[in-house]
């Protein structure tokens, strides 16, 4: 995968990939271009997200990125596309940092990654639910008494594109945000299309 930037041009990056996956290989390459797109989330990168969803369905094999800024640019969403693939079960070779899932290193480093990112998400869970509990007891209601449904929006759609990329079903996350105790917008419980409406929402609002 090549990203545009100030230093090394697509083309150059390119070639470095290209050498790379061959080596490794891969006899079908194909190259994914983002010009002119930010790094700093999944969201805004859709080239990038439909990679990840055509590795998740068996359509690739394998990611090759020459530096890690060109896969993600926080550290959430790097962890998130790490467990991915380790869910998954492709391959992920960032080749500044000479890291490669096939490899035992490269699982090893994979693995605590993942349980790292399980810890965190657990974690962030835990909070959330004690928050929500918090404001049930005192009778308050997002986008009425404790803040803007706009943010609230944000929050959730953020959280729903980290799980479907992850390879969660839409059924899987309406079950999660139920179990959390965490209300939609209107504050209702969740169902398979409520988070459907969520992602189609993102994907016309990142066109």
Do not use: C
């Not at 953020?158 to 939609?184: C, D, W, Y």
């Amino acid at each position: 995968m090549a990203q545009a930037n100030e230093g090394i041009s697509l083309d150059a990056q390119e070639r470095t990939l290209r050498q790379a996956a061959e080596l490794a290989g891969y006899t079908s390459v194909e190259l994914v271009r983002e010009e002119g797109r930010s790094g700093k989330s999944i969201k805004g990168r859709p080239a990038l997200r439909d990679a990840l969803r055509r590795l998740a369905t068996g359509e690739a094999d394998a990611l090759f990125v020459t530096r890690i800024d060109r896969l993600a640019r926080s550290t959430q969403d790097f962890l998130t596309i790490v467990d991915h693939a380790n869910q998954n079960s492709w391959r992920l070779v960032l080749l500044d940092l000479n890291l490669d899932t096939s490899s035992y290193q490269g699982k090893f480093v994979i693995t605590v990654m993942s349980a790292l990112a399980e810890m965190e998400r657990a974690i962030i869970a835990e909070r959330q639910k004690d928050v929500h509990k918090e404001r049930r007891e005192r009778g308050l209601v997002w986008g009425k008494d404790i803040g803007p449904r706009k943010r609230v929006a944000n929050d959730i759609e953020n959280r729903v594109l980290s799980e479907k990329a992850k390879g969660a079903s839409l059924r899987q996350i309406a079950s999660m945000f139920n179990k959390e105790g965490v209300p939609t917008v209107l504050g209702k419980t969740w169902t398979a299309s409520t988070v459907k409406h969520v992602i189609n929402h993102a994907q016309i609002g990142s066109e």
